[in-house]
């Protein structure tokens, strides 16, 4: 199970951009999707989730407010809309499979197989 995100760039501060997360070879209705995110020097933090099941969602208190989670399973692709960027923002945003859908689960990166190509955001004037 390998998930790429894609739609990274270069924005200024209080901007928004729009991540996408595409699955190749499988579909993603039955999976939780999460976002991750991994700053230079940092460890990588998980930032929000949605539930393959009820669609309930979860945001990690950083990006509460200013970024949606939202997925097509149709398309079998999940979206990260972000708005309202700050520098602190600034990070190279993965997108995976998730346990499940919680803050312990998404906190402690556990996942289901390995993970994809993350994609650049830089948030800068």
């Known amino acids: 199970v390998q998930l790429q995100a894609s739609g990274g760039g270069l924005v200024q501060p209080g901007g928004s951009l729009r991540l996408s997360c595409a699955a190749s070879?499988?579909?993603?209705?039955?999976?939780?999707i999460g976002w991750f995110r991994q700053a230079p020097g940092k460890e990588r933090e998980g930032i929000s989730c949605?539930?393959?099941?009820?669609?309930?969602?979860w945001y990690a208190d950083s990006v509460k407010g200013r970024f949606t989670i939202s997925r097509d399973n149709a398309k079998d692709t999940a979206y990260l809309q972000m708005t309202s960027l700050k520098p602190e923002d600034t990070a190279v945003y993965y997108c995976?499979?998730?346990?499940?859908?919680?803050?312990?689960?998404?906190?402690?990166?556990?996942?289901?197989?390995?993970w994809g190509q993350g994609t650049q955001v830089t948030v800068s004037s």
């Open positions: 995976a499979t998730p346990w499940k859908c919680s803050e312990p689960i998404m906190t402690t990166r556990r996942i289901f197989g390995s």
């Open positions: 070879g499988f579909g993603l209705y039955d999976y939780a």
């Open positions: 949605i539930s393959g099941t009820d669609g309930s969602t």
